[in-house]
């Protein structure tokens, strides 16, 4: 009696629980790539800790020092509260200019600039007169001062130039912040400015890594940038209004409004959400590498199931419809193989690039699968065939790694051909007949007493 466990469904319901298994190791490649992935993340943070992090940079802000007069209680004396009141400029220009390079940790790269940075604001005299009327505190305008933001002091170069009405001027250093970020700061008397408005130049250098943003700490903020660099990605609360892109280099420009962001011209002290509401109207560029390694071996590893299935099914059609019999270990060995070559893949990327990477791995799981598809089918046509159909999904997947905004259109697409093809080749196929034994070699001058195995039953045409 035929078992059912001989049956051609059972074959491929063993096949299903290989693949399944399949998924074991390349999780485990998965892992791999996330761990080499922090440690690029770790590469980069240290060329930052030498270099200047990812940097922000915003205009100057008029900060004044303020006594606020508590009302006596309980026939106490008044006490006296001190604060802070800031307001920003009427008017903020930056031109940004960024010169980019490659600094490296290891074997891994980063992108680090240094951007030359012209910044003019202007405060207007009515501004200043409207908010101290409006304050319910008394300002100390001898004490008062311009801080400017920057998120990584480190990164501060040089400050050439620091003009205040015409007259120059110098930074220091403070220990006050505005939302997360650091200030450099300098005094300015309001009262000896006697209602005049406050214009401020300031030409500086600041290094980072990877991306630049900027605050629009003002009325009307106006933002030109410009860097050699051909695949910026625009960041943040705002996209440029305008931007140029060409094989070598960007421009962009930004305008914003204070209608355009969540906090107003004035405030005091810090707190009440104003730190987030900063922190979400910063704009700027990041470095973008498109050629990231680490974000196409995640790509390549989503579709490992699918290609270790389709291999599978590859040498399952051989062994129906061809007479043959492969064993559940020569399965797992192709398996391996196939998982293989993602690791191989996330080594070589680490060295050569992406794509030749890609090319060498392949190339090698294809030959070696081939080869040993030629000494398990006993037949190198087979082992040919099944050499090129490997080959042809390997290109399959290259093109949707490289296809980002259509890999899932493309996907869907190969799986119904191959859905498709899979049931053209497989509609004759009696289901539960034998599993096919591989025909062995003839012995003359004796027969064998084994009766034949008979071939899988094929469906007649009705």
């Known amino acids: 009696m035929v078992k059912w466990t001989q049956t051609v469904t059972a074959k491929v319901l063993g096949i ?27 590469a ?49 220009k930056m031109d940004v200019a960024l010169a980019v390079q490659t600094r490296s940790y290891g074997i891994y790269t980063a ?38 933001p920057i998120g990584d002091l480190r990164g501060l170069q040089e400050v050439s130039e620091l003009l205040i009405n015409g007259r120059p001027a110098r930074f220091d250093s403070s220990a ?7 200030n450099v700061v300098v005094p300015i008397d309001l009262d000896a400015l006697a209602d005049q408005p406050i214009d401020v130049e300031i030409n500086l250098k600041l290094a980072g890594t990877e991306s630049l943003q900027l605050l629009p700490l003002a009325r009307s903020t106006d933002v030109a940038m410009r860097a050699p660099w051909r695949d910026p990605s625009f960041i943040g609360a705002a996209l440029p209004l305008e931007h140029q892109l060409d094989a070598k280099e960007f421009s962009a420009h930004w305008h914003m409004l204070d209608l355009n962001r969540s906090y107003g011209q004035h405030w005091t002290d810090a707190g009440n ?24 071996n995640v790509r390549a590893g989503k579709y490992g199931l699918l290609f270790i299935a389709m291999t599978f099914v590859a040498f399952f059609l051989f062994e129906v419809l061809k007479r043959l019999r492969v ?6 060995l192709v398996g391996a193989a196939l998982a293989t070559f993602y690791v191989v893949l996330l080594a070589l990327s680490e060295q050569i690039g992406f794509g030749l ?28 065939l099944l050499g090129g159909v490997l080959g042809l999904i390997y290109a399959m997947l290259y093109g949707l790694i490289a296809a980002e905004q259509y890999a899932l259109l493309i996907g869907a697409l190969v799986l119904l051909v191959m859905v498709a093809l899979m049931m053209y080749l497989t509609r004759r196929i009696d289901w539960y007949a034998y599993v096919p034994m591989t025909a062995g070699p003839t012995t003359t001058g004796s027969a064998s007493t084994e009766p034949p195995v008979p071939p899988p039953a094929i469906m007649e045409r009705s």
């Open 16 to 42: 299903g629980v290989l693949a399944l298994l399949m998924t074991i190791p390349l999780m485990q490649v998965s892992g791999l790539v996330s761990e080499r992935q922090q440690l690029r993340e770790t």
């Open 44 to 92: 980069v943070a240290q060329i930052a800790q030498g270099w200047g992090g990812q940097q922000v940079l915003g205009g100057p802000v008029l900060t004044v020092p303020t006594l606020t007069q508590l009302m006596a209680v309980d026939n106490r004396p008044p006490q006296t509260l001190s604060g802070s009141e800031s307001m920003l400029a009427d008017e903020l």
């Open 111 to 148: 992108p680090v600039f240094v951007s030359t940075v012209k910044i003019s604001g202007q405060f207007r005299a009515q501004d200043l007169a409207q908010f101290r009327r409006a304050s319910n505190a008394q300002w100390q305008g001898s004490k008062a001062e311009l801080r400017l």
């Open 273 to 296: 959400g104003l730190d987030g509401a900063l922190q979400a109207s910063t704009f700027g560029v990041q470095l973008y590498q498109p050629v990231d390694v680490y974000q196409r």
């Open 327 to 332: 064993h559940p270990v020569q399965y797992l």
């Open 176 to 182: 006050d912040r505005l939302g997360p970020w650091s």
């Open 357 to 384: 990477a890609y090319t060498l791995a392949a190339i090698a799981v294809v030959f070696i699968v081939g080869g040993y598809a030629m000494a398990v089918l006993r037949a190198r046509r087979a082992g040919l």
